[in-house]
């Protein structure tokens, strides 16, 4: 018999309460994890090459999940008949990585750590960014979590070697996990027009064992053919960047690049994934909310995680 | 012969002149209404569960409709080759329902009243929300006017019996109007992701006699196909809420949902039913304009509801 | 020998971390209360009679007030050379009063439930609103604290008794406070232009032992002299409706009225209440953020809780 | 004994109705206006030199005045205790001049008609700009109604006679009223900063007959020393532009310029003069709704607007 | 061997440096154009019917192009395998034509002196209104270049003869290019809604040799064949009003119509057009930033014109 | 005689032009310029510790510096009599300094590099931030200019000596400054509220000599005894934090605080040092313009520096 928060105690409608993420329990002791899910924020954005502010993501995020935070045992979604994240499955919020201002690497260092203690609980990391530099230190975290693959949803290749003597901004994570050793590959999605990346950023890509899909490209196999793209049986760590989204429901974000994906296409690709890999690792980046006046990316963006999160924990209890 | 509004007098562009809906004459003598439409405020957004705000729909709606208001002797569709809405076709602005603030049961009863003195003139009523809760009294007033079925356009279910004492929010109007004994049935298009009604109301709704699509579904049957499921010959109301289309044409609404109808998607359903069907009452509601800041979702609102009004009064010409 | 934050662990960012208020601990067991001050958002805004909104005043002065929580033992203010709020003022955010959508009795018992835990548990109650209509379950709350006066720092009277049945809008909190057998008088700063109250509110108000400043009224007299109006050795209880202040600094308000007060204004009139008053429960209400696009009103708004707050203690200290 | 609209009939918050200037009766037919105070809408912008919108200012103004619709019978003013407006003050709003695109002596003449409609009906014209052109075909209309002196409060000195063979801009009213014979001189009240008056505008002005106060300077006399340099007994003709004020409270306009006045400067000094002149014509210009994401300048115009109304017909019945 | 601004010199991130049209050199000696392509703002709106602003379209879509503005040699593209706009392509931004502010006739003589400046020098002009009327000098500018073929995508028709006197609005620039001798007619695509071009201005456009295609009617076709009803070997002249996209992505316009262009049905098109003929001349106007607080709109309008740039110079490279 | 750009050649209106400084020619060659003042953009804001995006503050203040950029030989201020900036007084726009994302050091540098060009040129260096941090290699390439003084007004001591191992960030930089041999004292002018300088820090600052005033202390003083504070006949470098001003005319900011400056305050000050001292490089930092949606804060960033260049050079010119 299902309870609902609804029948006792608080209404809780979405806009009452702290703005923890989909108002689950904050988590402030990172030694005494005890969640599935660790949710944590870094909100690092000195990586950024145009609009800065995705330094505000995680508060964003935060507050656009919590009008998915209905009291409900779990969410019932009638399309697929299934009732996803009900109480068996435990998210807690960690809070904020703490940020050092000027210090590229000190802030990375601090959200390597809380990724660590994420995994070090057994629990699944979702990182909410910040720009995609904070990939750089998500992916050094799971060191001996691999090895793995990694599945970037992206409108940009993000695979500079170095330029002016940075490797660790906005557009170099992908070539810095390219090189872990416990990295096995790519497929990059939704990649498309000009960027940051040269053409000898795409040519490196494929020699290192990129996979590359436009999102035209992404389009004509569909989400199903695409995610069997993806090597078979392999661990995957996910980095969304919401780029990759059209800028039509995704316009804060610091470069938007237009000719972007929607929505199903994406929630549909990451079903098939969930349903046919274990994943180990989420980060999400890039939403920067000052360029957000209808909130409408943050929504994405919180809508797309807890969906993501349904499909994973569905199936596990399946399995 | 044609003539035009452009011809003498006034030019009257756009941005000329007082909001009321397309222009049309003010009619607060509601005992004396003449007209084959009649167009009622009712600003109530005490229902909303999220982002409130739709108390100045109509407002904005009215504003956007200026747009369409150019001086025409009716406006020409070069897709349809037709004319619609030429002088034949009489409309009215009725201005507000009154709202008493802190007093939901007095407001409904308002917008009650307003919908009732435009059937009793013999007019349409086309009312302008404030939040779905306003199709409450609506249905209301539609008693007497049956049997009906409703044609529901949204992203939600709103099919909540009651919690926490609430049975007139906006998270309930369609259980309530399923609750009518001159309401045959229902056809709920639209409907998606997570919201505030659980597993239960889907069950309620559907042994209620409700037909439920979400957007892929209808997606998949086409405009013809979904139009085809409501019962033949059947008279119909249209509940319309904003938020049945996607957050990147209609942001400002205050619970949006990714996923969401295109415009194109609910314009050929909406024609393919009036060619089909009496309708006999409409309305649109969650347009909130402080979430709006390109105006695109009142723009949405007003061009969706004149060219329905131009469907409907094509096809009683034909008739 | 003072410690700082900044000493030894993070560095904490006004941007980096969940946004409480100040960042203080979240305490939702209201049963267990410990600490000098509760702070109690009061999401209700059922009650405006222009621009709605204020539901999300706690989240976003909780969001400004970051701004001020560097991780110092106190804040040091350079003209007074005082410390303020060092680690000796405990304060906590007991989150949300419970809000009932359609039901305004049903919101405010929820938050005169919290007021009472607050008071029950010997802290100082902090409520920050919602509309002005959240101050009547907050001098319900009172009810055995008194007698105690209430300063009303305010654009408008809110002095209305019944008007199409409404008592418990953001027009009549004042009246019904007035009508509290324990509430021994008002003083009313900063009344000025048209408002809901007409000319017999004001008579009414005068007769139940109100004394009524405007902006020039109480701009001649200086904040000493206002303070000095107040009755020597009353008990206080604040209510501060954040339309009191000028459009300039104070946009995001649901009804702004021009011709408000400046910052100091405000300010010094506080210190001086607080250097000659026990303040007992204190109120801030009508931050609207979505008219606040720059944030100044949120801001505002936390900088006058926590500077007000500061000089509180610093006199409790001192005696 | 006083009625108040609250007392039977509609509430009428200010959210409700439809929005003409204070929610007045709209009266479209010119021929038969009866009113005291007739106001007019004149949406033209095509003489701005930077940022164009002034075309929305009616709209916006009317909006904004619906805060001040109260219900009452008439607006009571503490600090006066005074009621001002009331039943006995009739107002109606014209509507809008008719505009056409690309053709600035036809509006201006389509403005010039609607002044000399409201002045053949023995009504006080009230014109809502539009940039500061439409000044223009104020003056224009006033012929016969003089001679009167001009009080002109702004930014800018507006006295530009030709350049580029622009001389119906909104940098040359001023020039253009200051040579029609039944204007006998000007008070120019505000100005300041660099614009696009050079040295000899100054000159010219001063050698016509204009007296140029700053804001500094108008502030060291105060408002009734600055109303008194207003030749005694002249009937006035009163042209506010909205950028005479301090950005802080007047953003939305063209032409910004820091330095400007507070309300009560303005105030007060309007005050003064409808206590001691007659006003013939009224027109208050360069509100731009696209820069006040708050409605902060609209609000501003229309209580300034409203409260000068008040004070002009409160002197009427003094007399 | 490729060489990248990156390797030496400046990194010169997008947001940093002056904003001329993709950081292109600044060449205010029309006389001495040395160029490719010559890039000219015509920043005029006096032309428009609802929503003004696209005076500040040149400096909008200047500052977004800036994104797009990396220090490579080129754009690669990997899905054409393409680098477009190398250093063998010559740009150069003009800055803009003088405007005239009530005065439309010396504001499109001056933007027609600037198009024949850039014709003069062999570039290819390309000029960013401004509203549409702006094509009307770009045209009697291209005297002399013809015969050449019009394609207009847009939502609007814009084939509106005369109306209150009004020749050389934005309503009129499709009607005063059919009437010149050397055009040889017009393709019109993504014309659709009601707008000011009544019936009798389809029936004349038809009369005069055009070939109006809606969006429905387009999607149907695909971009190819869309693109072979073009007559074959005609010069092109290519007039892009952004409100020919949906706005979703393209809010930011005056007068924006629902049920438009996605990206890359337009990209596509415009890139099988440059493939298969001469472009002699591109307007790209209604870019209107105050209706654009994503940028959403500017960034269509600079990464459009880029591609378009890169695939006409990538043909000629070929040819 | 004058000569007006009027007079001849364009009208160039504000809106027309790429956007300089004030539309000045763009200097990007530093290695020869010539001019009496040199304008460089320091777009870098990573050193902020709340609201990034001073790094397009540069490209706003360029934008807002064409308001008062209309043809006049020079700008007449009919208060002072006096023409300013005539042209005799050349100024060049020196573009931006090259910015390397996450490299604080390697921005710094570059920005120290356009400094010393322009003083190598003997031109007055004004440099427009970006954070404050930008004022560190500012006082860096002042080496060799000295021994002068700082006058710096701002709302924030920023004089924390290293937190976390950052000692180059915003909060940094007059501790920085005080540091250094040729700087001989600070006067420190604004400084109001808690921020992120501590106790210690006033401590230490008013030990190297720094004189602190608030703004209620300047107020009390008046600009003219203010001014007289600062040592006699020193040279002067002068750093002018936005953030000094009212949150009223300046929100565009990363850390607004209430209480500050209003404008004439400023100008008075800022008109008194010119006239007594020589001032021999300016910064205006943390214009923010993702805040200043009405662009108020960059207008007074603008106004206020072409006001300040005009009174130093009018005093060079008596002298």
Chains 1, 2, 3, 4, 5, 6 share one sequence.
């Not at 980046?285 to 924990?313: C, H, K, M, R, W």
Request: one cysteine or more; proline letters at 6%; hydrophobic letters at 40%.
């Amino acid at each position: 018999m299902s309870t609902h928060g609804y029948d006792s105690g608080r209404l809780n409608l979405p806009f009452v309460g702290i703005a923890t993420f989909a108002k689950k329990p904050y988590a402030p002791d990172w030694e005494n994890l005890h969640a599935d899910v660790a949710v944590l924020g870094a909100p690092f954005d000195g990586g950024t090459q145009w609009r800065p502010g995705a330094r505000f993501g995680p508060r964003a995020v935060r507050e656009a999940s919590t009008l998915f935070a209905f009291g409900h045992a779990g969410a019932y979604d009638h399309e697929d008949d299934a009732t996803y994240l009900g109480e068996d499955v435990t998210i807690v919020d960690m809070g904020d990585a703490d940020i050092i201002h000027t210090d590229t690497e000190g802030s990375h260092k601090n959200i390597e750590t809380g990724v660590r203690a994420a995994l070090k609980a057994g629990a699944l990391p979702v990182v909410i960014g910040g720009d995609h530099s904070v990939n750089i230190p998500c992916i050094r975290a799971m060191e001996g979590q691999g090895p793995f693959h990694i599945v970037q949803i992206d409108a940009h290749l993000d695979f500079v070697d170095e330029r002016h003597g940075v490797r660790h901004g906005h557009g170099n994570p992908m070539r810095r996990a390219a090189e872990k050793p416990y990295v096995t590959g790519l497929t990059q999605i939704g990649i498309r027009n000009v960027s940051s990346t040269a053409k000898e950023g795409y040519e490196d890509a494929r020699n290192m064992g990129s996979d590359i899909l436009s999102v035209r490209q992404t389009r004509a196999l569909g989400p199903q053919q695409t995610a069997a793209r993806v090597p078979q049986g392999a661990k995957l760590y996910l980095t969304i960047d919401i780029d990759a989204f059209c800028p039509s429901i995704a316009p804060g974000t610091g470069t938007p690049s237009h000719g972007g994906f929607l929505y199903y296409e994406v929630l549909e690709l990451l079903q098939s994934l969930a349903q046919n890999h274990e994943i180990i690792g989420i980060d999400l980046v890039e939403v920067a909310p000052d360029y957000d006046p209808t909130d409408s990316t943050a929504i994405l963006a919180a809508q797309l995680l807890l969906n993501l999160l349904g499909f994973i924990f569905h199936q596990k209890q399946r399995r």
